[in-house]
């Protein structure tokens, strides 16, 4: 199995930055896809970003585009999101998740798609 640790959340004025980090235990974190997703409360799980296995591929929410990285390091089995001009709606819980389906084997980048999850890092963009 894999375990998944978020940190780097917290509490930023809207139009500030912040990188979350997730941090996977294991050997075989580089045969992974990994998501970060967000729920704020009363709504549903959203997906925000994830990256291949290699990082050679990116795929991001409209609502993140251009605003948002997702990066990773294998060698330090971690990814990273850096989240830049925070705005309001950005405040949720993050969530760092991994599935071991392929980059094209992935659908419409739902949670269901993947098999791990961290228990999560509050983000607050205060407006």
């Known amino acids: 199995q894999v375990q998944l640790v978020e940190s780097g959340g917290g509490l930023v004025q809207a139009g500030g930055s912040l990188r979350l980090s997730c941090a996977a235990s294991?050997?075989?974190?580089?045969?992974?896809?990994m998501g970060w997703f967000r729920q704020a409360p009363g709504k549903e799980r959203d997906f925000v970003a994830a990256?291949?296995?290699?990082?050679?591929?990116?795929y991001y929410a409209d609502s993140v585009k251009g605003r948002f990285t997702i990066s990773r390091d294998n060698a330090k089995n971690t990814v990273y999101l850096q989240m830049n001009g925070l705005k309001p709606e950005d405040t949720a819980v993050y969530y760092c998740?991994?599935?071991?389906?392929?980059?094209?084997?992935?659908?419409?980048?739902?949670?269901?798609?993947?098999?791990?999850w961290g228990q999560g890092t509050q983000v607050t963009a205060a407006s």
């Open positions: 990256i291949s296995r290699t990082g050679s591929n990116t």
């Open positions: 294991g050997r075989t974190f580089s045969s992974y896809t």
């Open positions: 998740a991994a599935t071991g389906r392929r980059w094209y084997e992935l659908g419409p980048h739902e949670p269901y798609e993947y098999d791990y």
